[in-house]
Nanobody, 118 residues
Framework: QVQLVESGGGLVQPGGSLRLSCAAS????????MSWYRQAPGKQRELVAI???????NYADSVKGRFTISRDNAKNTAYLQMNSLKPEDTAVYYC????????????WGQGTQVTVSS
């Protein structure tokens, strides 16, 4: 079993920055991918960014050039650096970890609120 703890959300003004963290803990697991999703009120959950083993990344078009996902393999932690935040970035952000061992499984964090408002 993998447990995820997210942190770093909050209230920020438009144009500001936040950094989200997602720490995975447990034993006997191997992570293939770490990703961030978000869900705004009344909208479907959407993929924001993903980083896979080896370091390849991919981003939603709406955040390219503003958000950066990174991963510390030694700490089993993923980060999402969010710059130039816009009101439309307001959402609950969820971390997802995909393991390849001991099985192919997805684990979700509890979510952290990001609010961009003046």
């Amino acid at each position: 079993q993998v447990q995820l703890v997210e942190s770093g959300g909050g209230l920020v003004q438009p144009g500001g920055s936040l950094r989200l963290s997602c720490a995975a803990s447990g034993s006997g697991f191997s992570i293939y991918a770490m990703s961030w999703y978000r869900q705004a009120p009344g909208k479907q959950r959407e993929l924001v960014a993903i980083v896979i083993s080896g370091g390849n990344t991919n981003y939603a078009d709406s955040v390219k050039g503003r958000f950066t996902i990174s991963r510390d393999n030694a700490k089993n932690t993923a980060y999402l650096q969010m710059n130039s935040l816009k009101p439309e970035d307001t959402a609950v952000y969820y971390c997802k970890v995909t393991t390849i061992a001991p099985s192919v499984s997805d684990y979700w964090g509890q979510g952290t609120q990001v609010t961009v408002s003046s």
